[in-house]
């Protein structure tokens, strides 16, 4: 009861100290980005006879609805996808190749937005000092800002990677600390909290939507899937219990945030009091709202796609999607005031381990490293020639090769040639022959896409069909490259747009320019594509 009184002031604050959103003009007055973590396209159709009429089903089928779009890379992370649709540029412009990788000058580890200066505001010992310096790229929402400064940009996430790389280095982003989960950010954007913010934690708002138990939303004889691992309360539907998961991971309040359906509804819940207490379209000034639901990546990752948790999540989701997408448009005299643009930063892939089935294959990346260190060792004596491997790559340690006085262009193609006669490996190419070469087609572009000079590694690999990293913490991952994880949706809605089915190939990097075409700024730099044809 108290969330739906709290929810019901925000409606009132919108409307009377706000007023409405003013009449239709030639731009939207509000775009809100929404990016659902491991959506593939399919998971639309499979369960859309379970979705409501006011969440997906109302932005798919009265927006333009693209069923075939895909990322133009092969090394699928969250955060190289969520770069790609932020600044409309492949990794190999933007370069964002993951979350970490490996310095040649000094070979010491990189984190992506870790930075000592950036410290949490408020401090937090479960908030890490982070901040956007190594984004390269300016974002769609940097573009709007440079465009009038006196429209305004946030991001809300629970992870603050997610939250940054989809931000950029303007306006205000905020995710969530692991203590308490309350609301938070960087010093890099804002000195302190704004009060309503600070009143929201101090009032444990995320408690509110918490879970005391997860049942399904609907009986469960209505579910596609039968795989459990956590849900309770099924009483009508056989299913096959999942026993290499972690039943543990929403023992905390931080847990159920990203492990249960529960943090979706708070990331909206939170996002909702934004639009209101910051005044988002507010005025002619355009604002842009970025939502990234890291819940959905993790119960994805963690309990499968073939999962009942994936599914009702989805489930309750849609539903929650509804709700919002009704109070955002009860903000607006004109519809048409209002842009939602929705996809995925990747899909995931099929369950390394299913209940059905022989388990698919996947790569020991730690055996991988030291059996190549062993055979580089063979050859040029005992050292350790190996940095590590992150973003599908093989980082070599520059510093004891050049100690050694080899030659490090011919040891990356002894190394790439090594490593193809181990299982799971479709393609080895070294970064040099990726730098001095272009690849027009096939899984070899696809490489080059995600390559960046300075930040991917000396030989990027690319694993077989089905395969997938070795990680005893999930069972599936997105970072293949294959259909099942570059295939996501890419919906339009609103703004006058009339609804349609785009089924023509469509590349994510479409999504900047588009929304930088309808509200008539300049494109994000590093943007490779026109705007989808759809608009102009």
Same mark, same amino acid.
């Given at each position: 009861?108290?969330?739906?009184?709290?929810?019901?002031?925000?409606?009132?604050?919108?409307?009377?100290?706000?007023?409405?959103?003013?009449?239709?003009?030639?731009?939207?007055?509000?775009?809100?980005?929404?990016?659902?973590?491991? $959506?593939?396209?399919?998971?639309?159709?499979? #369960?859309?006879?379970?979705?409501?009429?006011?969440? #997906?089903?109302?932005?798919?089928?009265?927006?333009?609805?693209?069923?075939?779009?895909?990322?133009?890379?092969?090394?699928? =992370?969250?955060?190289?996808?969520?770069?790609?649709?932020?600044?409309?540029?492949?990794?190999?412009?933007?370069?964002?190749?993951?979350?970490?990788?490996?310095?040649?000058?000094?070979?010491?580890?990189?984190?992506?937005? /870790?930075?000592?200066?950036?410290?949490?505001?408020?401090?937090? @010992?479960?908030? *890490?000092?982070?901040?956007?310096?190594?984004?390269?790229? *300016? @974002?769609?929402?940097?573009?709007?800002? /440079?465009?009038?400064?006196?429209?305004?940009? &946030?991001?809300?996430?629970?992870?603050?990677?997610?939250?940054?790389?989809?931000?950029?280095?303007?306006?205000?982003? %905020?995710?969530v600390e692991t203590n308490r989960t309350y609301w938070t950010s960087s010093k890099a954007y804002i000195?302190?909290?704004?009060?309503?913010?600070?009143? &929201?934690?101090?009032e444990n708002t995320n408690n509110l939507y918490t879970l005391s138990r997860w049942t399904p939303l !609907?009986?469960?004889?209505?579910?596609?899937?039968?795989?459990?691992?956590?849900?309770?309360?099924?009483?009508?539907? *056989?299913?096959?219990?999942?026993?290499?998961?972690?039943?543990?991971?929403?023992?905390?309040?931080?847990?159920?945030?990203?492990?249960?359906?529960?943090?979706?509804?708070?990331?909206?819940? #939170?996002?909702?009091?934004?639009?209101?207490?910051?005044?988002?379209?507010?005025?002619?000034?355009?604002?842009? $709202? +970025?939502?990234?639901?890291?819940?959905?990546?993790?119960?994805?990752?963690?309990?499968?796609?073939?999962?009942?948790? !994936?599914?009702?999540?989805? !489930?309750? $989701?849609?539903?929650?999607?509804?709700? #919002?997408?009704?109070?955002?448009?009860?903000?607006?005299?004109?519809?048409?005031?209002?842009?939602?643009?929705?996809?995925? /930063?990747?899909?995931?892939?099929?369950?390394?381990?299913?209940?059905?089935?022989?388990?698919?294959?996947? $790569?020991?990346?730690?055996?991988?490293?030291?059996?190549?260190?062993?055979?580089?060792?063979? %050859?040029?004596?005992?050292?350790? %020639?190996?940095?590590?491997?992150? +973003?599908?790559?093989? !980082?070599?340690?520059?510093?004891?090769?050049?100690?050694?006085?080899?030659?490090?262009?011919?040891?990356?193609?002894?190394?790439?040639?090594?490593?193809?006669?181990?299982?799971?490996?479709?393609?080895?190419?070294?970064?040099?022959?990726?730098?001095?070469?272009?690849?027009?087609?096939?899984?070899?572009?696809?490489?080059?896409?995600?390559? &960046?000079?300075?930040?991917?590694?000396?030989?990027?690999?690319?694993?077989?069909?089905?395969?997938?990293?070795?990680? =005893?913490?999930?069972?599936?991952?997105?970072?293949?490259? &294959?259909?099942?994880?570059?295939?996501? *949706?890419?919906?339009?809605?609103?703004?006058?747009?009339?609804?349609?089915?785009?089924?023509?190939?469509?590349?994510?990097?479409?999504?900047?320019?588009?929304?930088?075409?309808?509200?008539?700024?300049?494109?994000?730099?590093?943007?490779?594509?026109?705007?989808?044809?759809?608009?102009?």
């Open positions: 009861m108290k969330h739906i009184i709290t929810k019901t002031l925000y409606s009132l604050i919108a409307i009377f100290t706000l007023g409405v959103i003013g009449s239709y003009a030639n731009e939207p007055r509000l775009v809100i980005n929404l990016v659902i973590g491991s $959506l593939g396209e399919h998971d639309f159709e499979r #369960f859309s006879d379970n979705f409501t009429d006011g969440g #997906f089903s109302r932005l798919t089928e009265g927006g333009l609805n693209y069923t075939n779009a895909y990322y133009d890379f092969s090394h699928t =992370s969250t955060a190289a996808g969520l770069a790609t649709i932020a600044t409309g540029a492949q990794p190999s412009a933007h370069g964002i190749v993951g979350a970490k990788w490996w310095n040649y000058v000094d070979g010491r580890a990189v984190d992506l937005i /870790a930075d000592s200066n950036g410290h949490p505001v408020p401090f937090s @010992t479960g908030a *890490p000092s982070v901040s956007p310096t190594r984004l390269i790229a *300016p @974002t769609i929402g940097d573009m709007l800002v /440079a465009n009038n400064s006196d429209s305004k940009l &946030y991001t809300v996430a629970v992870d603050p990677l997610s939250a940054i790389v989809l931000n950029g280095k303007a306006g205000v982003a %905020y995710w000195e302190q909290l704004p009060t309503w913010i600070s009143n &929201y934690n101090n !609907y009986s469960a004889s209505r579910y596609h899937h039968s795989e459990v691992a956590v849900i309770e309360g099924i009483v009508d539907k *056989p299913t096959t219990i999942l026993s290499e998961v972690n039943l543990n991971l929403a023992n905390s309040m931080h847990g159920k945030m990203c492990y249960t359906p529960a943090g979706n509804t708070m990331l909206l819940e #939170f996002a909702s009091s934004l639009i209101a207490h910051e005044r988002l379209g507010a005025d002619e000034h355009t604002d842009i $709202l +970025n939502i990234c639901f890291d819940p959905a990546r993790y119960i994805a990752e963690t309990y499968g796609p073939e999962s009942l948790e !994936y599914e009702d999540m989805l !489930y309750r $989701l849609d539903s929650a999607l509804a709700e #919002f997408i009704t109070y955002v448009y009860a903000q607006v005299s004109d519809p048409r005031d209002i842009l939602i643009v929705l996809t995925s /930063a990747h899909g995931t892939s099929p369950s390394y381990n299913p209940t059905d089935g022989a388990r698919r294959e996947r $790569l020991n990346t730690r055996q991988m490293e030291v059996i190549i260190n062993a055979f580089l060792g063979a %050859y040029y004596g005992s050292d350790d %020639y190996i940095l590590g491997f992150s +973003n599908r790559a093989i !980082y070599l340690n520059h510093a004891v090769l050049r100690a050694k006085q080899l030659d490090i262009n011919a040891i990356r193609e002894e190394v790439a040639i090594f490593v193809l006669q181990m299982r799971g490996i479709a393609t080895a190419i070294s970064a040099s022959s990726l730098r001095n070469s272009s690849f027009g087609e096939g899984r070899t572009r696809l490489l080059q896409q995600s390559f &960046y000079a300075t930040r991917s590694g000396d030989v990027l690999i690319d694993l077989m069909p089905g395969w997938t990293i070795e990680d =005893s913490s999930i069972r599936s991952s997105s970072v293949a490259g &294959y259909n099942y994880d570059r295939n996501v *949706p890419m919906v339009v809605y609103g703004a006058g747009i009339e609804p349609q089915r785009v089924t023509r190939k469509t590349n994510i990097t479409e999504i900047a320019p588009t929304i930088a075409h309808i509200l008539n700024i300049e494109r994000p730099w590093a943007s490779e594509e026109a705007p989808a044809i759809e608009i102009e």
